[in-house]
């Protein structure tokens, strides 16, 4: 079955780029239409940072993040990936990829890689 | 953006009991709700859409109801499975947003 893996760094320091990737195995990232990126911070609750159509290459973003926020895709290497510019501890987050329907839930995740912000 | 609620943030419950969840949209969301299993170091597990469509796979004890601002997820019987933090997201309109989670744990 489709499977979703992030990876990436597990520790930044502040005013650094985050990079993480979403690694889709299974299936073509180009199966499905919509990909996503999520997090959620120690004690707190999910918030969805942004999406991306494979076939295009459109991409929308959480205005509380579009400004530091970039989401590609990596058809070659069946993946998509998430940049996140000048972090400060407050990005310290699970982070997850998920699978969006054109509706905008999410049917598929991965298990999520922890990123923490610390000089 | 639209605000959701959960509540309550925890429940205590035993195998067997009914369990029910509520969730609040700070304005009408018609029934764009979808539900999510989380356990911990887990994927978080798709579970209900528009508000009361069960994902395929789901145990049919799992039952989502409500619409407008009010929602309900509903385990029948609780099973020993379903310990978890269960979410709720709205997909009516961006950003797309989740409730704070409400864990189900053991009595």
């Known amino acids: 079955q489709v499977q979703l893996q992030e990876s990436g760094p597990g520790l930044l320091k502040p005013s650094g780029t985050l990079s993480l990737t979403c690694a889709v195995s299974?299936?073509?990232?180009?199966?499905?239409?919509?990909w996503s990126w999520v997090r959620q911070p120690p004690g707190k609750g999910l918030e969805w940072i942004g999406e991306?159509?494979?076939?295009?290459?459109?991409?929308y973003y959480n205005p509380s993040l579009e400004s530091r926020v970039t989401i590609s895709v990596d058809k070659s290497r069946n993946q998509f990936s998430l940049k996140l510019t000048s972090v400060t501890a407050a990005d310290t987050a699970v982070y997850y990829c998920?699978?969006?329907?054109?509706?905008?839930?999410?049917?598929?995740w991965g298990r999520g890689t922890l990123v923490t912000v610390s000089s | 953006d639209i605000q959701m609620t959960q509540s309550p943030s925890t429940v205590s419950a035993s195998v067997g009991d009914r369990v029910t969840i509520t969730c609040r949209a700070s304005?009408?969301?018609?029934?764009?709700l979808a539900w999510y299993q989380h356990k911990p170091g887990k994927a978080p597990n798709f579970l209900v859409y528009?508000?009361?469509s069960l994902q395929s796979g789901v145990p049919s004890r799992f039952s989502g109801s409500g619409s407008g601002t009010e929602f309900t997820l509903t385990i029948s019987s609780l099973q020993p499975d379903d310990f978890a933090t269960y979410y709720c997201?709205?997909?009516?309109?961006?950003?797309?947003?989740f409730g704070q989670g409400t864990k189900v744990e053991i009595k």
């Open positions: 998920a699978r969006a329907t054109l509706a905008r839930y999410f049917d598929l």
């Open positions: 991306i159509y494979q076939s295009s290459g459109s991409t």
């Open positions: 997201q709205q997909y009516a309109t961006s950003p797309w947003t």
């Open positions: 528009r508000a009361s």
């Open positions: 299974g299936d073509s990232i180009s199966s499905s239409t919509l």
């Open positions: 304005q009408s969301i018609s029934s764009w």
